[in-house]
């Protein structure tokens, strides 16, 4: 018999209904358009059970768009790492006056981790694994705590472990939804065009996608968008979407 996870027993014990099994919903969305599957999400857990995590980076926009024409009271949760741009701070705060976002929580990594494993602020370089676990995971994990399920924006055109995403998968106790799996370059240029959405303020300096500052780099035009993310590293994901949400 398979232990019940963490998150569900926690369901359990505040009354809440079991969540539907993944593997039956990405079943049943596995061609369904993005906006479908942010509406079944909402249908599957409710809004105060489901929670949407954005970077704010160049491509969040689209996906920002569509939830928000589902339900702009969605929480997002955005994960403020404290080696931000300042460019990214500015963007997130545009998007939220210009889709009518309600809920956006802003994370950041607790001041006693900081100051006990990266006072000096050179873990990015020492150990980024590292890193990326105490400003991001954890600040994540903490955040996604009152939440059974959650929404992220990984395309499967972004290559590498991302290429073969389903559209709803088991994260430890929780449901994950990747909406945007199916969706091309061309579909997210299509929703930004179609909204009028403003592009991150770092796309015209060359960046296809967006991160750390010390871990970001420009990309070429011959490079694939995730090429300018811990470059010279064989890092290529920052462990949200690697380590199982406990
Ligand atoms: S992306 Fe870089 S700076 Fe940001 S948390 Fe990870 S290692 Fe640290």
């Not at 919903?25 to 999400?41: F, N, Q, S, V």
């Not at 702009?72 to 997130?92: C, H, K, N, Q």
């Not at 995730?226 to 994901?237: I, Y």
Request: aromatic fraction near 6%.
């Amino acid at each position: 018999m398979t232990e019940p996870r963490h998150q569900e027993v926690q369901d359990a014990a505040a009354g809440l209904p079991a969540l539907p099994p993944a593997e039956e919903l990405d079943r049943a969305l596995r061609d369904a358009t993005p906006t479908e599957i942010i509406a079944a999400a909402l249908q599957a857990v409710g809004r105060e059970r489901l929670a949407l995590v954005s970077s704010f980076g160049t491509e969040s926009a689209a996906l920002l768009k569509l939830a928000a024409d589902v339900d702009p009271a969605i929480p997002v949760v955005f994960l403020d790492t404290g080696w931000l741009f300042e460019e990214t701070l500015a963007y997130r705060d545009e998007l939220i006056a210009r889709l009518g976002l309600r809920d956006v929580r802003s994370i950041k990594p607790l001041e006693q981790t900081l100051s006990r494993e990266d006072p000096d602020r050179e873990l990015w370089f020492s150990d980024p694994d590292a890193c990326c676990r105490i400003r991001k995971v954890e600040p994540l994990n903490r955040a996604l705590a009152p939440f059974s399920a959650w929404i992220n924006g990984r395309k499967r055109f972004q290559g590498g472990a991302r290429a073969e995403i389903p559209i709803v998968e088991a994260d430890g106790g929780r449901l994950k939804f990747n909406p945007l799996a199916n969706i091309s370059p061309e579909d997210i240029a299509g929703i930004y065009a179609s909204a009028g959405l403003p592009p991150h303020p770092l796309v015209a300096s060359g960046y296809l996608s967006v991160g750390c500052m010390p871990c970001t780099s420009r990309t070429t035009p011959d490079e694939d968008s995730r090429a300018g993310r811990w470059r010279g590293r064989a890092k290529t994901e920052c462990g949200i979407h690697t380590v199982k949400a406990s």
